[in-house]
């Protein structure tokens, strides 16, 4: 595998992974760890009815001084604002995110408001926060979103219709604690859209400019472990062996990107998602083969070798036969897991296609597509190709 | 003649490399989103005792103005662009896209990431510009 003469890069992974059935009960200890004394769980709304937020709360015992569960699927500034005023109420030296993408993106931003003062809007950038931020466990209910190890969040702005990046060393959580038992429960159509934004996190970092070999290993095996277990994850919700694994997946795959970066599908699909508000790992599920015949004559090698990591055998494969494989691939495995195949089905309406284009260009992933884009039309026949 | 980085020689022959840029009037031509501010940390190993921002006055396609300002000053930039003295060497030298080492954490930026992203091609011209002129960097024998 070759790597160019000018590889550099900086690998970041300081968070303490815990990994078990029934590793959620460890809150406490690692709540004690970081000499919290005033815990505040951040949750949402479905999940602090269960039994899940529960177990969270009696491992913490005395130390949980409340529960935060206004978090929405589209968390928000409102929201983190919000967060931030009962935090401060008690006191909160301490967060314990438990849930999917918008809690933990939820808890990183109050995590902000809390150390640094202020609205979080105050602190959009790229690593301007100049110290550490309150400490953070994160607990995920979703084995997809990866933000438990990841150095970014996506809070939106309701108010202005858009969408703040928040990225920074300090928002990298403390503590992941991975326990399969916290998503059992995860439906059937939530449990693949979720685990295939996992796997384009794999794909986007082997694909993206900034690929690296230690972000490679992860993704790679990420890619095997998503193939073996996603589909068994699927079709049986208490297969616990599954569950773990693809937490341990997606973890690996957070990991993966948060430093090796993502690329065009992530760009389009958080386009796609905000305007006709398509669920990201469905918009990501849908849009990931179209992106690699995009992108295949940028990085046939690459998708030759991602073709290999889904159990294809490419060998004597001239290497874009081998990476239109790894396109075929994914339709099929999709298709297996019932996600849907075209944006049409998602009620995405095509006159609004051109305008998500223009979006497209300016989010951050695309910085790293192997092929470089600047032409909305180029992104335009991508999604008139998905819808 | 080689301009010490940064100076007020070298950020005016900056803004001349920049206006003499077919690439960056193309690229830059619908910026209209104001300043952008280039702090350069301080580093007194290089007799830099204080921060120094670079505020590009740009607009459409041409920077219509460029000035050394305090650091304060250019917090007032909707855009802040801030490394140490080794970082901008590296993009001075071509050597680091700004985009790319503001995602890596190598440098830092306040201010609107999808407007900046949207300016990829334009902030590689500019550092394209950067690198025509001839500069004697601080840290380096003369």
Redesign the interface.
Known sequence: MAYSKRLN??F?APTKIIFGTGAAKEAGIEAEALKGTRVLIVTDQDLVKTDLVKTVKDALGAKCAGIFSDVTPDTGLHIIDRGTKYGRTLGADLLVSVGGGSSIDTAKGIAICLTKGGRLEDH?????LDGPITPHIVIPTTAGTGSEVT?AAVIKDHEHK?KL?F???YLIPNVAILDPNMTVGLPKRLTAATGMDALCHCIEALHS??AEPIADALAFHGIRMIKEFLPRAVENGGDIIARGQMLIASCMAGAAFSNA?LGIVHALAHCIGARFGVPHGIANSILLPHCILYNLDACPDRYSQIAEALGEEVGGLDPSKAAEQAAKTIWEFTKAIGMPQTLREMNVEESGLEECAKDA????S???NPK?V?DPGEILKIYQMAF | MAYRFPSEEWIHEYQKAINASEDYKKSGATWTAGAVCLVVLANPSIDMEKEIGIWLGLNKGVCEEIRLVTVEEAQKAPFVITGDYSRWKQVVLGELEPIQGMMQGKLKLKGDLPTIVRYVKASQDLVECASKVDTRFADESI
């Not at chain 1, 959009?124 to 301007?128: H, R």
């Not at chain 1, 260009?361 to 951050?364: E, F, H, P, Q, S």
Request: aromatic share 16%.
């Open positions: 890069f900086i970041r959009a950038g790229l690593n301007i150095y858009r990046l990225a920074d060393n400019r900034q970066q260009l300016m989010d951050g695309i910085v790293y470089p600047f």
